[in-house]
């Protein structure tokens, strides 16, 4: 692991393998340990950089913006040396950032993949997170840890991988309550409609047909609205593929990124 300073603030960030950069951006409701899974692919054949997103595990809050965290996280593209031909990969939060990443320094690097995300979220899914924030600050990370669990993984997976939700669940409690909770409320005030089409780096939406965070009907527009980009839907898969089905998620992206077979 490496801390880097960008603006006087720390990106706590890991790298493995070599080749080009790929940059991976985890979700609200994970750390970036939830691509474990497939590094060991990945780094085959790309650099691989997985940065705690700002405010998270070692990193500096970038405040409670997702323009801001987006800005903070374009610092690593000089900090690293990585030229303007890396790719980025965000899940979830992780993926409303790079969206935005990519509206706002998208010349800065090559491809986009966005899983699990959308241009915003319909009034049940902000009123959902307005209620996780309240919950967060007045019970703590465990009191939203189940509510977590149920929107990452369908409830079939939930029962049949006892050790993947313990897993999972290690890693959402050391998030810190008040960045959870700013979070939170970032995404439920969040719309990308004004500004989606201005995407121009060629564009890689996934989604899983169980994803009950950012259902596929959000998948489907984004797709729609971004020009070029391409819909993968994974059957039977939630929220967190790279997790639940490595290689479903690996097969996904390889052909898009230029990943050797697995």
Excluded: W
Aim: contains cysteine; charged residues 20%; proline residues 6%.
């Amino acid at each position: 692991m490496t801390q880097i300073k960008i603006d006087n603030a720390i990106l706590d960030v890991a790298e493995h393998g070599s080749g080009k950069p790929l940059i991976l951006l985890h979700s609200l409701l994970a750390d970036r340990s939830v691509f474990n899974a497939v590094l060991p692919v990945l780094a085959r054949d790309r650099r691989v950089i997985v940065p705690d997103l700002p405010g998270f595990g070692g990193s500096s809050s970038a405040g409670s913006t997702i323009d801001g965290i987006a800005d903070r996280l374009a610092g690593l593209f000089d900090a690293l040396e990585l030229g303007t031909q890396a790719d980025v990969l965000g899940n979830g939060l992780g993926a409303f950032v790079a969206s935005t990443l990519a509206i706002r320094h998208g010349a800065r690097f090559d491809r986009l993949v966005l899983a699990g995300t959308g241009i915003g979220f319909p009034e049940e899914g902000r009123a959902t997170f307005r209620a996780m924030a309240e919950r967060v600050r007045g019970h703590g990370m465990e009191g939203v840890v189940d509510i977590a669990m149920k929107r990452l993984f369908p409830e079939t997976f939930r029962a049949a991988n006892p050790d993947i939700l313990a897993e999972r669940r290690v890693g959402l409690v050391k998030t810190h309550p008040d960045v959870f909770a700013q979070a939170c409320e970032a995404l439920a005030g969040f719309d990308l409609g004004a500004n989606i089409g201005r995407i121009a780096n060629p564009t890689l939406v996934v989604v899983g047909e169980l994803d009950a965070a950012t259902p596929p009907a959000m998948a489907q527009d984004l797709a729609a609205a971004i020009p070029g980009a391409t819909l993968i839907e994974l059957p039977g898969i939630g929220h967190a593929p790279m997790a639940q089905d490595p290689e479903a998620f690996l097969a996904a992206i390889a052909g898009f990124l230029g990943l050797r077979r697995f």
